[in-house]
T-cell receptor, first 117, second 116 residues
Framework: AQSVTQLGSHVSVSEGALVLLRCNYS??????LFWYVQYPNQGLQLLLK??????LVKGINGFEAEFKKSETSFHLTKPSAHMSDAAEYFCAVSSTDRGSTLGRLYFGRGTQLTVWP | DVKVTQSSRYLVKRTGEKVFLECVQD?????MFWYRQDPGLGLRLIYFSYDVKMKEKGDIPEGYSVSREKKERFSLILESASTNQTSMYLC???????????????FGNGTRLTVT
């Protein structure tokens, strides 16, 4: 079975500082991993996804994430935070079990990012 | 761009009412999902569907049912609304053609339901 743990429900950084949002996964088979962002009063938008092509994945808005199999991690980073990055971020792992769970994602509980001026 | 439209942004209903939440997607996606989102709990899957008239229970199906009569539309039904069903409800869709384990979900903007 797949599961995702996001360490830290709230992260605060100053504008211009490094953003690091942590995600660890549990999967019995090689996973596909995703990061989504949710701005206030909106649905979730895809930031980036890992599908085994490259361990360092670049996404939108300057975010990137590195897949580390040995650490079962997929942490999200951005070198320099911007005020507009304030949002909730969700890590998700895809179900790779054949059969009826095809296409299903398992989400972490989310990390709220606050950016201080 | 994929558009997933949820019919209501805000809904207030009384305990015991039957509630319908509607979701329509315009990209001919096979898979559709209903999640509820609560603070500190993330997204929890209620039901999903991978084809017309097909449905599968997610993690928290109790008190809910779904209907998928047409490919583009997926309805969530609260048979008898209760206060503990007050939540944000998110609909999503994804492509299922080929090897679809890495197909991202496309989300609607959500329906915030309050049951009083």
């Amino acid at each position: 079975a797949q599961s995702v743990t996001q360490l830290g429900s709230h992260v605060s950084v100053s504008e211009g500082a490094l953003v690091l949002l942590r995600c660890n996964y549990s999967s019995s088979v090689p996973p596909y991993l995703f990061w989504y962002v949710q701005y206030p009063n909106q649905g979730l938008q895809l930031l980036l996804k890992y599908t085994s092509a490259a361990t360092l994945v670049k996404g939108i808005n300057g975010f990137e994430a590195e897949f580390k199999k040995s650490e079962t991690s997929f942490h999200l980073t951005k070198p320099s935070a911007h005020m507009s990055d304030a949002a909730e971020y969700f890590c998700a792992v895809s179900s790779t079990d054949r059969g009826s769970t095809l296409g299903r994602l398992y989400f972490g509980r989310g990390t709220q990012l606050t950016v201080w001026p | 761009d994929v558009k997933v439209t949820q019919s209501s942004r805000y809904l207030v209903k009384r305990t015991g009412e039957k509630v319908f939440l509607e979701c329509v997607q315009d990209m001919d996606h096979e898979n559709m999902f209903w999640y509820r989102q609560d603070p500190g709990l993330g997204l929890r899957l209620i039901y999903f569907s991978y084809d017309v008239k097909m449905k599968e229970k997610g993690d928290i199906p109790e008190g809910y049912s779904v209907s998928r009569e047409k490919k583009e539309r997926f309805s969530l039904i609260l048979e008898s609304a209760s206060t503990n069903q007050t939540s944000m409800y998110l609909c999503a869709s994804s492509f299922a053609g080929g090897f679809s384990y890495n197909s991202p979900l496309h989300f609607g903007n959500g329906t915030r339901l309050t049951v009083t």
